[in-house]
């Protein structure tokens, strides 16, 4: 993956020539190498300009304006999307979403993150870019204190609103490895099992019990794999995380390493993060500088620890961990099939836990504070606090670290907003609701989510601007291994269409809801599993919205447009199309 | 281990006995039970991509190809709600392709043909695609056909050249399709490229310069449904 991640940056694609020599020094045959290439949404075989613009098109970029901000670009650039220039210069790129909801719209342009984008400003960048100045001259804007450190720089904002009692209470970092590392593994991990810590990544799997697996099936190598690749549309709160608690994340890895006995830990880095690289890698030093990772660490000699990032080229399934681990070893980013799970054959078929970058900052805290103190927090199936990724039609989009069991209320309260329609609890894979289930609680339990919480107000299109494009975000992110998966989402998305298109009957609305719970449990991973949840809970939710827009009067209507069917072969022959209706 | 080394599991409250680690599928073709595939080969690394022998373990949806069978499992496959299920891929595959079975050189041989026999498909509910795809036809003994192709995988994951793949996927989601290697695809020998027409369940990977050599009649789904050898 770095191989290839260094020549694309370097040539802005991957040349022939270079899929020639990876093949011949890998030993596989050219199709290979380019099946590895053409999963990944940052690798490309085709030159994607010297200056590389992936513009965020998620719903929440539209929301704030991401149209008019991509007409400016294609305007002054020259180009319309997902082209390049003539000469080579400027690439456009329509991208999922990139982190940044709440400070949209945002680009990604050679690894440089440009946020809170408008026409003007897009004029500037061209114009720097047409001037030949180097994109971080361009980028010179600097955000807040955090953000304008060393190896740093940069434009994006973290937006904490709410600092809760865990993950951003005060803390002096090394104190809880070095309470760890005086207690035996098996006592961390009874501990963190007592703590009914589960993953903040959304499936909520006990933590303690993942170890504890892994401990089971040790082997002369184990690895711990940190999950930096939140990819679910409108959640960004690990971003926040990895800028502002960095050694946090990095000390829950290590204790968790100490748990499993593993040697090495490895950070997955989600490509648009790329920016946060050599920040973290800085911090990497400073704490092998201060005896907290590297050999010996905190000062006992047995123990050697050291992490290492590793990035990853642009795929929302790889945030699947089966996926994150076939990507890691340099494959497509297809979900294994299980058994056998990750702590059983994982990371080079080696014993392997992955935990999400929100469940190892909760680490330390346990240990240093104990599983109790951890437990009285939350509500009796979802313990300690939750990072939550406010964005969409509120007035202070953020993150917010709250006790699990606050409502959807309480939380609309807190982030200002108003005059709501829906909110997309746990981002498009999670469910869509209305103001009936408000009075609900966001815990395990109850509403799960891995973070996102985007608000939609009254005014939006449910349908239309959120629906549909999270169901072709999907569409686009399936690996493409499972029929269902692959393929009855197209069906979907077209079936959703016509109802839009007001071609649909009250047949089709629940023929669109059958087929898709039918498929569900048909896929292998959680990306195939929840695809069609926007059309399921939207109809669930939102049924009024469906009936609106189709046909009361007739049983059946007809997809079939003449008048388009015959438009190219008239065109061809110089007719005009002369259709007869009744 | 209760019948010479062998552990004991059901398939739709009929008792099996199997190897402990053997996929369920392959132990329950060993007891006599069919569970229909289309990116299963016994032997070759299981790919669970076809999605058509998922099967209820203890009340879960698994596929029987990649899971293990276990001491007293209990599985159910002649289920309605699977036959359904099963029903409903096999006409997902037919409505994303494009499949013309009357004028298909693999008729009467072709897998994804007979278990559309099997589960009684007549039309399909979904609405055709009719999407657009490339035909490959470089290599001197090959063609390939992706109008066909139901991406299970066998290709890919079978036919090698000089030790290397000759086939892989390329993109991903609705743009999914498998290519060739043309350089090794061109070195492949005309009993090679009979080899990997046969290994293809569809009509997608197919052999040049012949055509419907079997007579009706005498193919291999002409007079027994698919899965009728394992049955019993």
């Known amino acids: 993956m770095d191989i290839l991640l260094d020549i694309q940056e370097e040539y802005h694609h991957i040349p022939s020539e270079a899929v020639e020599i990876v093949a011949d020094q890998l030993d596989l045959s050219r199709v290979d190498v380019e099946q590895t290439i053409t999963f990944y949404h940052f690798l490309s075989l085709k030159p994607v300009g010297k200056y590389a613009i992936y513009l965020n098109d998620s719903p929440v970029a539209y929301m704030h304006g991401r149209a008019d901000v991509a007409q400016a670009f294609e305007q002054e650039a020259g180009v319309t999307f997902n082209n390049v220039t003539d000469d080579g210069l400027i690439g456009l790129w329509d991208t999922a979403d990139i982190g940044m909801s709440d400070q949209e719209p945002a680009a990604i342009i050679n690894g440089t993150v440009f946020t809170e984008l408008d026409p003007t400003k897009v004029k500037t960048i061209i114009r720097g870019i047409v001037d030949g100045k ?24 973290n937006n904490i609103h709410v600092k809760g009692a865990v993950a951003f209470a005060d803390y002096k970092y090394g104190e809880a490895l070095k309470k760890a590392v005086s207690q035996t593994p098996v006592q961390i991990v009874d501990e963190v099992k007592v703590s009914n810590l589960r993953g903040r990544g959304g499936a909520g799997f006990p933590t303690g019990l993942k170890w504890e697996y892994c401990r089971q099936n040790f082997e002369d190598e184990v690895y711990l794999i940190c999950n930096a690749d939140e990819g679910e549309p409108g959640t960004f709160k690990e971003r926040v995380i990895l800028t502002e608690l960095p050694e946090l994340l990095f000390e829950g890895m290590a204790i968790a390493g100490y748990a499993i006995g593993a040697k ?9 993060y790329r920016y946060l690289k050599p920040y973290l890698e800085n911090v990497l030093q400073q704490m092998r500088d201060k005896n907290l990772l590297g050999k010996k660490i905190a000062g006992q000699k047995k123990i050697n620890f050291d992490i290492r990032i590793q990035l990853g080229a642009g795929s929302y399934v790889c945030g699947e961990e089966s996926g994150l681990i076939e990507s890691m070893e340099g494959k497509r980013g ?3 099939n299980r ?30 504070n104990g599983a109790d103190w951890f437990k009285a927090i939350g509500t009796k199936e979802s313990a300690g606090t939750k990072l939550l990724s406010i964005s969409g039609d509120c007035q202070k989009p953020g993150v917010y670290e709250v006790p699990w069991g ?9 982030a200002g907003a108003s005059d709501i329609q829906a909110v997309e609890v746990g981002g498009p894979s999670g469910s869509c609701v209305d103001s009936t289930h408000f009075s609900r609680s966001i815990s395990f339990e109850d509403l799960a989510t891995g973070g996102s919480m985007i608000v939609i107000g009254k005014h939006r299109d449910l349908l239309r601007d959120f629906i549909l494009p999270f ?36 047949n089709d609305i629940d023929e669109l809801y059958n087929w898709a719970l039918q498929g569900k449990p048909a896929n292998r991973c959680g990306l195939g599993q929840t695809a069609a949840n926007p059309i399921i809970t939207s109809i669930q939710n939102f049924r009024p919205l469906y009936e609106n827009l189709i046909q009361t009067d007739q049983e059946y209507l007809s997809e079939f447009n003449m008048e388009d069917a015959v438009a190219e072969s008239c065109e061809a022959v110089g007719r005009i199309p002369n259709i007869h209706t009744n | 281990m209760t019948k010479n080394g062998k552990i004991h599991f059901e398939i739709d409250g009929k008792p099996c006995y199997a190897e402990k680690g053997k996929s369920i599928i392959d132990a329950a073709k060993e007891n006599g039970v069919y569970i229909p595939s289309l990116c299963h080969y016994e032997g070759v690394k299981p790919a669970g991509s076809c999605r058509l ?48 079975c009357p004028s298909c050189e693999k008729s009467g041989n072709c897998e994804l043909q007979a278990m559309a ?42 036919i090698k050249k000089d030790g290397k793949n000759v086939f892989a996927f390329n993109g991903r989601g609705e743009h999914l399709h498998v290519v060739m290697d043309e350089q090794l695809a061109s070195q492949m020998s005309e009993e090679e490229a009979q080899e990997a027409m046969e290994i293809c369940p569809v009509g997608a990977i197919l052999k040049k310069e012949q055509g419907f050599i079997v007579p009706i009649g005498s193919r291999k789904f002409d007079k027994t449904p698919i899965g009728s050898d394992i049955n019993n």
């Open chain 1, 471 to 506: 169901t072709n975000f999907f569409i686009e992110e399936s690996c493409g291994s499972c029929t269902p998966c692959r393929s009855l989402t197209i069906i979907l998305r077209n079936k959703l269409t016509k109802i839009l298109n007001g071609k649909g009957t009250k």
């Open chain 1, 264 to 272: 090495e830990g490895i950070v997955y880095l989600r490509y648009e």
């Open chain 1, 334 to 336: 297809e979900p294994r």
């Open chain 1, 406 to 414: 606050m409502t959807i209320n309480e939380m609309l309260d807190m």
């Open chain 1, 134 to 157: 180097e994109i971080a001259e361009i980028a010179e804007e600097v955000a807040d204190s955090i953000n304008s450190k060393d190896h740093l720089r940069t434009m994006v904002k």
């Open chain 2, 53 to 100: 022998c998922n099967v209820k373990v203890n009340g879960r949806t698994m596929t029987a190809c990649t899971t293990p069978v276990a001491e007293d499992m209990v599985v159910e496959n002649e289920i309605p709600e699977l036959t359904e299920l099963r029903k409903s891929i096999i006409e997902i595959m037919f409505v994303s392709g494009n499949h013309f």
């Open chain 2, 117 to 158: 026999y099997r589960y009684q498909m007549m039309v399909t509910r979904y609405p055709y695609e009719f999407s657009i795809n490339n035909v490959d036809a470089v290599p001197d003994h090959l063609f390939l056909d992706r109008n066909r192709c139901i991406l299970c995988k066998l290709c890919i994951r079978m």
């Open chain 1, 339 to 368: 058994p056998p799970f990750p702590v059983e054959k994982g990371y080079l078929d080696k014993p392997t836990v992955v935990n999400n970058v929100e469940t190892l900052c909760k680490v330390p805290s346990i240990v240093l």
